[in-house]
């Protein structure tokens, strides 16, 4: 969770652009006609880039049709999830939308049955409920083309999948009324339904918008999708008018605080996309025809990877305010190409913009073929077309010592072949096993665990996952919450998929010693090698539980084909059956370390041991609660947990690609005597109590899992020193982040620090290298509340007030081997 958007709101009234929000919103009613043929994305449900570019494209097909299509495992298997804590004992979980009366028949208004499927049973409404894990739901999609009059509304905590095998098509009629086909946050009398940077744990995949139905001149929108952590965008294509003077636009993202996107096809329209959110990371989106693919409304920091940009007038805008007020504090764009479009990217920024440090690109490994202008800022062209640009920059830059402020060509960080394979960074989409059979999976539930919260479901999930992974089976973990008393075991092997982020959690005296930590969950044996696949999951703990560590990954696996952790979460406490709920753990911010000894509930959220190697994790968050999730008014709440993110690697290669970790003690990110890690975007918060108690309590320092000792570095410093580090390096090398968000809003739950003008006194430091470290280096470094935003061996390398971006403080590029400029 982020400051409510109120406060946030107050503070960036300039990047959030809300004239042009309001102006986009109040054309929300639309009409027009047409018949259309619909393209079949090119794009497999499980994409893998090794070592070449993004290509994806599409064709021009007959439209879905269930006489001739593939139908899909998931529509065939026996469902039997639970929500073992919802109040409606026969609550339905998977929801197939043509049992609520859709036909999928391209002629039928399919909009009451799908809104049905989606709502019935209970559901947490959007401007009725503020956020609740007791009722998820998955709704699929059969193939088919599906006649929708007005907005598909989307609950909390809710799966919408579609026929990855034959894209089921949302097809606007020429009198659609709504803001999106699906419309993710509806706006109501009080503004948005969900204050957008609480709106977790939701997925949308394998589905086609087509808008060409509604008139090219009246305003339409794909997706209305602001949101927070562990949400996703998948395996999607926009349909849009490409006529001349066209107001379609497919996705539009206005706030929240992301989040993940992947494998998105854009044809035709006004907008590709439109974002404006804290931080997000987006891998493989294509623009086709588009007037501008991107328009950045506002960030603090977005990750592009893989972004193929074709026959448009823009492609990146990212001028938003003008050099006067620039909106957008950082992009960073990798892997990238730009091809028969007018201006590949468009800023705002120049010697002389405002924010002082706003307005930071970083362009790595990114081709532009017949751009006249690669770059043009306000007076025109910076950076004309026609070349791959292995590295150049615009920002603040530290290398390591700054700020310097820089426009042009730079060395971009190095990469190893292991990482990106070909030159290109290794990728891989989250398996949906789209042509394996329903015969191939087996049902934990069907196998004995019960999910019911209650029953110790240990020897049932162990025995399922070792006889899965010998029999080459597809493990399905029910939705429901398994209780273990003891580490259940993913052996080499095990391709694992939940439903509706079923829960595994760790429960009793097995997980109480904070001396002898025990995993809850353990994927590999030490020194195990081979490959796991596992997706869509959380992982937390119940009650007092501080020797936890909710995941261990001891497996090995090889370079060019590693183990993968899609849309797999930990979350500790702030929920229904976690015994960690704000009648368990109220804060207190009026009483001086008062620490309640039921309330530390973890001792770390993943730890990746030194003889693990070769993992792909997307879209992953680790938090510990910092409010009540079930509570009507979110209400706060205080749990503990020691240890965030830990790498020992020792052979790495390693990807974090679109991760998050929160509210940890002593760390968020720490990585040591490890390499060869690619990490980005990167998003930490600061635990709220901190620096009451502070990190020196109540998780004790432990020298051998390479703790920080805050007793050491904190003598002779200012201000709120002792406060877990954002990242933390220790003697490593290859350690690479393509964006990062540092952020500490709270001092005592006092958000005062944070405000802008107050001098970022959260906490001292947030971000260290210690030891001998060798080729360390981030792109677009964004802080919040820390007074220096860089340390190496106890000196302060950067402060904030050098490097002030409006809200956030902003470095463009940081290295600790020195890298020059040249134009």
Request: charged share 10%.
């Amino acid at each position: 969770m982020r400051p409510s958007s109120s406060m946030k709101l107050s503070n960036l009234s300039i990047l959030i652009g809300l004239d042009l929000v309001t102006s986009v919103i109040s054309q929300v009613s639309v009409s027009g006609g047409g018949t259309v043929l619909l393209p079949q994305p090119s794009i497999a449900a499980s994409s893998t880039v090794k070592g070449a570019p993004f290509t994806n494209s599409s064709s021009t097909v007959i439209p879905s049709s269930t006489a001739h299509s593939t139908p899909y495992w998931l529509e065939q298997i026996p469902h039997l999830g639970v929500a073992p804590f919802s109040s409606n004992g026969s609550y339905q979980v998977f929801r197939n939308v043509k049992d609520f009366g859709a036909k999928g028949d391209g002629v039928t208004d399919d909009t009451a049955a799908i809104n049905k499927a989606i709502s019935s049973g209970g559901r947490c409404e959007p401007g009725v409920c503020q956020s609740t894990t007791t009722t998820p739901a998955v709704v699929y999609f059969p193939a088919g083309t599906y006649l929708i009059s007005s907005s598909i509304i989307d609950y909390y905590l809710t799966q919408i999948i579609g026929n990855p095998n034959d894209f089921p098509v949302l097809k606007a009629t020429s009198n659609f009324t709504g803001f999106g086909l699906i419309d993710g946050d509806p706006y109501g009398a009080n503004g948005l339904g969900w204050n957008p940077t609480n709106v977790f744990y939701r997925q949308v995949r394998n589905l086609v918008f087509d808008l060409r139905g509604i008139s090219p001149n009246s305003a339409a929108t794909g997706i209305h999708w602001p949101s927070a952590q562990a949400t996703s965008l998948q395996n999607c294509v926009f349909e849009m008018s490409a006529a001349a003077g066209t107001q379609h636009q497919g996705l539009f993202i206005e706030s929240g605080s992301g989040g993940f996107m992947n494998d998105l096809v854009f044809n035709g329209g006004n907008y590709g996309a439109r974002f404006g959110n804290q931080q997000y990371t987006v891998r493989n989106l294509t623009f086709n025809n588009v007037v501008t693919a991107i328009d950045q409304l506002w960030d603090w920091g977005w990750t592009y990877q893989g972004i193929s940009v074709n026959n448009c007038s823009t492609g990146l805008n990212m001028s938003s305010g003008g050099a006067a007020t620039q909106g957008v504090v950082s992009v960073t764009l990798i892997d990238s190409s730009f091809s028969n479009t007018k201006i590949g990217i468009a800023t705002a920024y120049n010697a002389t913009s405002k924010p002082d440090a706003a307005g930071g690109l970083v362009l790595d490994n990114v081709s532009f073929k017949n751009v006249p202008a690669a770059i043009q800022g306000p007076q025109g062209t910076v950076l004309a077309g026609d070349r791959t640009v292995n590295g150049w920059s615009e920002g603040n830059t530290y290398s390591p010592y700054g700020p310097t402020r820089a426009e042009g060509s730079m060395k971009p960080f190095s990469r190893s072949s292991t990482l990106s394979p070909g030159g290109y960074f290794y990728a891989r989409s989250k398996p949906q096993y789209e042509h394996s059979s329903p015969s191939e999976f087996i049902s934990v539930r069907t196998g004995g665990a019960t999910g019911n919260g209650v029953t110790d479901d240990t020897a049932a999930l162990n025995a399922i996952f070792a006889f899965a992974a010998a029999a080459n089976k597809i493990v399905y973990i029910d939705a429901g919450t398994y209780k273990v008393s003891s580490t259940v075991f993913i052996p080499s092997g095990s391709r694992i998929v939940g439903e509706s982020y079923p829960v595994i959690l760790g429960a009793g005296a097995f997980f109480s010693s904070i001396r002898q930590p025990q995993p809850v969950v353990q994927v590999g044996y030490p020194f195990q090698k081979g490959i796991v696949e596992w997706s869509d999951t959380v992982v937390s703990t119940q009650g007092p539980t501080s020797g936890a560590i909710l995941i261990q990954w001891n497996l090995a696996s090889p370079a060019n084909s590693p183990s993968g952790a899609w849309d797999v979460h930990t979350r500790i406490g702030g929920f229904a059956g976690s015994e960690l709920q704000r009648a368990n753990c109220p804060t207190t911010p009026d009483l001086t370390n008062a620490v309640n000894q039921n309330c530390i509930a973890a001792f770390m959220s993943i730890h990746i041991t030194e003889n693990a190697q070769g993992i792909y994790f997307e879209n992953n968050w680790f938090w510990v609660a910092d409010h009540d999730i079930e509570h009507p008014q979110l209400y706060q709440v205080t749990i503990y947990a020691g240890r965030g993110l830990y790498c020992e690697s020792k052979v790495g290669n390693i990807w974090l690609v679109g991760t998050a970790v929160e509210h940890h003690t002593l760390y968020q990110y720490q990585f040591a005597n490890t390499k060869n890690i690619f990490a980005g975007q990167i998003q930490t918060e600061t635990a709220y109590y901190q620096p009451n108690p502070n990190a020196l309590q109540p998780i004790p320092y432990i020298k051998k899992w390479n703790d920080p000792n805050f007793e050491k570095s904190c003598r002779n410093v200012t201000g709120n020193c002792a406060n877990g580090w954002g990242l933390r390096i220790v003697d490593s090398e290859s350690v690479h982040v393509y964006g990062a968000g540092l952020y500490s809003f709270f001092n005592n739950y006092n958000t005062s620090c944070s405000d802008q003008g107050n001098n970022a006194t959260c906490q001292s430091r947030i971000f260290s290298l210690e030891g001998q470290n060798k080729d360390i280096g981030v792109y677009n470094l964004n802080t919040i509340g820390t007074t220096n935003m860089i340390t190496r061996n106890g000196q302060d390398l950067a402060s904030y007030k050098d490097n002030i971006a409006g809200y956030p403080e902003h470095i463009t590029l940081f290295t600790t081997e020195g890298r020059g400029y040249s134009r």
